[in-house]
C-alpha cells in the first residue's frame, strides 16, 4: 500500500490561512484524481474538495469560496489553499488520491496519515 505524504498542518486565528501539501512518496507514481476530507471529533469524515487529472474542482458548500483546490503536475502534488479560516474548520485533514504507475498499470487508491487544522477563535 503506498501512504500519502501530508504537510501544512497548525494552528491559526480565525480570518487566517493555511496551504496543506500532498504527494505520494519517491518518484514511481503520478496522480489522477484527487481531494481532500475533514473529519472533526463526534462528526462524520466529509469532502472539502476534489480536483480530477484534468483539473476540474468541486467544493463542499461550507468552504466554498474559500477554499482553493489546485495541483502541480510537475512537482506531482495537489495542495489545498484555506483562506478565511473559521473555528468550524478545525478538524483532521486526509488526503485522498488514485495514483498510478507512470509505467505500467497498476494503481492504488491511497490516504495521507491526516493533519491537524486548528483554528482559535
Known amino acids: 500500500q503506498v501512504q500519502l505524504v501530508e504537510s501544512g498542518g497548525g494552528l491559526v486565528q480565525a480570518g487566517g490561512s493555511l496551504r496543506l501539501s500532498c504527494a505520494p512518496p519517491g518518484t514511481m507514481f503520478r496522480i489522477d484524481d484527487g481531494g481532500w476530507y475533514r473529519q472533526a471529533p463526534g462528526k462524520q469524515r466529509e469532502l472539502v474538495a476534489a480536483i480530477t487529472s484534468g483539473g476540474s474542482t468541486n467544493y463542499a458548500d461550507s468552504v466554498q469560496g474559500r477554499f482553493t483546490i489546485s495541483r502541480d503536475n510537475a512537482k506531482n502534488t495537489v495542495y489545498l489553499q484555506m483562506s478565511d479560516l473559521k473555528p468550524e474548520d478545525t478538524a483532521v485533514y486526509y488526503c485522498?488520491?488514485?495514483?498510478?504507475?507512470?509505467?505500467?498499470?497498476?494503481?492504488?487508491?491511497?490516504w495521507g496519515q491526516g493533519t491537524q487544522v486548528t483554528v482559535s477563535s
Open positions: 485522498n488520491a488514485v495514483l498510478r504507475l507512470r509505467v505500467g498499470s497498476f494503481s492504488s487508491d491511497s
